[in-house]
């Protein structure tokens, strides 16, 4: 699968934002990625795509804090679509470069989000929240993965999040890769006497994760957006 950087060109972003403002009945991709993991989903998400169908590709927050998020971490998840345009028929909230939830009005929304203890980060949290009427497919990355049971614990807690107005058309989720410092952590902790006796486990679901989203991970996404869309 061909990758394409996050950013669209402000010129493709521009012929995509008066499609959207015609209809509001293509596609937006609005995801939340904290160490990169998502955003290289929501790629594979827009490449699956038909062409020209794409009304929105950015983040939950558009660009917060010149692209770092509150802890400091690089925020891979800027808005693609001009600064202070609202061409693409938002709901309401602010262009890219604000930091209030810009909500797109595309018929189907298909929603990334990074895992953070056991379910949806709360910038998508607080979208979904917000959505009525919509078709939504919710996409996701975890640090912890190579259990289906686990991945679906957390799209089942994150669908509480989800009106009852909309319709999940999709779900996907897969591992994502978590920066070194979390395994100098884990190592750490096993040199302690009392150190918890799954920390090898730990370790080791953390060098298993450098391979994730990997290329398989990709090719599974898109199939599934292919079948969402052609229900």
């Known amino acids: 699968m061909r990758r394409r950087f996050c950013f669209e060109r402000q010129a493709d972003a521009e012929v995509t934002e008066d499609r959207a403002g015609m209809s509001g009945k293509g596609f937006s991709i609005v995801f939340s990625s904290r160490t990169g993991n998502t955003a290289e989903l929501a790629e594979a998400v827009r490449e699956a795509l038909p062409e020209g169908t794409c009304e929105y590709f950015g983040s939950v ?18 808005c693609s679509i001009a ?7 938002f709901d309401g909230g602010a262009g890219c ?6 909500i797109p009005a595309s018929e189907t929304l298909f929603v990334g989000f990074w895992t953070n203890q056991g379910v949806a980060d709360q910038a998508a949290q607080k979208l979904l929240g917000q959505l009525r009427n919509r078709k939504i497919f919710l996409f996701g990355t975890a640090g912890f993965g190579g259990s289906e049971a686990y991945f679906q614990a957390i799209l089942g807690k994150t669908k509480a999040f989800i009106d009852d ?13 978590m920066p070194l410092s979390v395994r ?10 009392d150190h918890m006796p799954n920390i090898d486990a730990m370790i080791e679901n953390f060098d298993k994760a450098l391979a994730h989203p990997d290329a398989d991970d990709l090719v599974k996404l898109a199939n599934l957006v292919s079948e969402a869309i052609e229900q």
């Open 184 to 193: 100098e952590r884990y190592v750490k902790m096993k040199e302690q006497p």
């Open 97 to 102: 470069g604000r930091t209030s939830s810009a």
């Open 165 to 177: 107005s909309n319709t999940v058309i999709g779900t996907y989720m897969c591992q994502g890769k």
């Open 61 to 78: 927050n558009g660009a917060v804090g010149g692209g770092f998020d509150s802890d400091g971490n690089r925020d891979y998840s800027e």
């Open 83 to 89: 600064s202070g345009s609202n061409k693409s028929g």
